[in-house]
């Protein structure tokens, strides 16, 4: 099984990366483009027995930093 973690930023957070992202994508002459969030995408293999339960505290416990960070559980 494959399981898709998005990790992206809360709302109010300071987004650096996403800042500098939006000025490149304005220098290469990208119109149009309002604002740029980034975050990371986190993809598991694994078998049947890893439940939800076990993915959501991999998320709280490792892959995501939860005073800043919001993340999304997608499972195949």
Do not use: W
């Not at 049947?48 to 339960?53: G, K, N, P, T």
């Amino acid at each position: 099984m494959k399981t898709r973690i998005y990790v992206t930023l809360k709302n109010g957070v300071l987004d650096p990366q996403g800042k500098a992202i939006h000025h490149a994508l304005d220098g290469l002459g990208f119109s149009g483009v309002d604002e740029v969030r980034q975050g990371k995408l986190i993809e598991i293999d694994h078998d049947a027995s890893v439940s939800d339960e076990d993915l959501d505290a991999m998320c709280r416990k490792l892959l995501a930093n939860t005073v800043i960070e919001n993340y999304r559980i997608e499972r195949e």
